[in-house]
């Protein structure tokens, strides 16, 4: 090994070992933001929160501390700004000595699940160079909500509607159940939400309508929230439907194919009354005297083609 070398490998050796310091100088740990709970348990499409807490025990601040945060199986995803992901990741610019930093994260479970669900936090100074585990537990909900739309490929202007089911199929009374269809901008919706004081075991509210309409300003792909709160035995809950409708101007794009057809109808008119080679017309026989007798020749193919 060179000298060189040997100056590189002891640079990177030092610099791993000041960030396993600063490393260890961190702990975090992650708790449902509810205190009254040790683990996190979410019904299906319930969107729960974790807290993670990371501190600094060291005498020393601790700079760009990098936090990341997965799931590895995709019945479950963590929310960021409304975008479902498998991974999300967090930067703390700088941790004081003693001090202490929290993140909130959102999770939705997407399916029952019968085993609890890994959530793993990978974090350090600069590189990822510790991680700690929880997990998420999935019941099933005693609440079944079916929820489907109308119509989901609408033209701009066009309205619809999202058809709603409600059925307690739990063992006990569900209080407090409220669904509202929340749009996004450009969307008018028409109906007021749902309320129902008491849901007895076995109940349903079949066939629950929510009507929405598509502003003029609105294209392509839109998502639409349905949410239904309630309180069974366990305590409140809230669960999050998405829905998804696709908005075409058709008016647009039928005028557009229209507007083609014509311009290539215009064109091939054109081109048959102005071709490219202009044909001349034939010319007359031209007249000879053999030997006292009169012949007729036409002009050959060059010159017809000249």
């Known amino acids: 090994m060179t000298g060189k070398s040997k100056f590189l490998f002891l640079a990177i050796a030092l610099a791993v070992l000041?960030?396993?310091v600063n490393a260890a100088q961190l702990t975090v740990s992650v708790y449902p933001k509810d205190p009254g709970l040790e683990i996190l348990k979410l019904y299906p499409d319930e969107v729960g929160v974790l807290e993670i807490t990371v501190s600094n025990s060291g005498e020393e601040a601790v700079e760009n501390v990098n936090i990341s945060i997965s799931v590895k199986d995709t019945s479950l995803v963590?929310?960021?700004?409304?975008?479902?992901?498998?991974?999300?990741?967090?930067?703390?610019?700088?941790?004081?000595?003693?001090?202490?930093?929290?993140?909130?994260?959102?999770?939705?479970?997407r399916e029952f699940?019968?085993?609890?669900?890994?959530?793993?936090?990978?974090?350090?100074?600069?590189?990822?160079?510790?991680?700690?585990?929880t997990y998420v537990g999935v019941v099933e909900s005693p609440l079944d909500v079916q929820v489907r739309l109308a119509k989901s490929a609408l033209d701009i202007g066009e309205g619809s509607k999202v058809v709603v089911t409600?059925?307690?199929?739990?063992?006990?009374?569900?209080s407090d159940v409220e669904a509202e269809l929340v749009v996004p901008r450009g969307f008018e919706s028409k109906s007021d939400r749902i309320i129902i004081d008491l849901l007895a075991e076995g109940e349903s509210l079949v066939d629950r309508e929510f009507e929405f309409k598509v502003d003029p300003i609105v294209s392509g792909q839109?998502?639409?929230?349905?949410l239904v709160s309630f309180v069974d035995e366990n305590g409140k809950h809230a669960i999050e439907r998405e829905l998804f409708v696709d908005v075409q101007n058709r008016a647009m794009v039928l005028q557009i194919i229209i507007?083609?057809?014509?311009?290539?109808?215009?064109?091939?008119?054109?081109?048959?009354?102005?071709?490219?080679?202009?044909?001349?017309?034939?010319?007359?026989?031209?007249?000879?005297?053999?030997?006292?007798?009169?012949?007729?020749?036409?002009?050959?193919?060059?010159?017809i083609l000249k």
């Open 78 to 109: 963590l929310f960021e700004d409304f975008i479902s992901k498998q991974v999300v990741s967090q930067q703390i610019a700088l941790i004081e000595p003693g001090a202490a930093k929290t993140i909130l994260v959102n999770v939705k479970p």
């Open 259 to 303: 507007i083609a057809i014509v311009v290539l109808i215009i064109i091939a008119l054109y081109l048959k009354r102005n071709p490219n080679r202009e044909e001349k017309p034939l010319e007359a026989p031209e007249v000879k005297e053999i030997k006292g007798e009169t012949v007729e020749t036409l002009p050959s193919d060059k010159e």
């Open 166 to 174: 409600l059925k307690n199929k739990g063992q006990s009374n569900i």
């Open 113 to 133: 699940s019968k085993e609890n669900q890994p959530f793993v936090v990978r974090y350090g100074a600069e590189i990822l160079t510790h991680s700690v585990v």
């Open 222 to 226: 839109q998502r639409i929230l349905l």
């Open 18 to 20: 000041i960030t396993g």
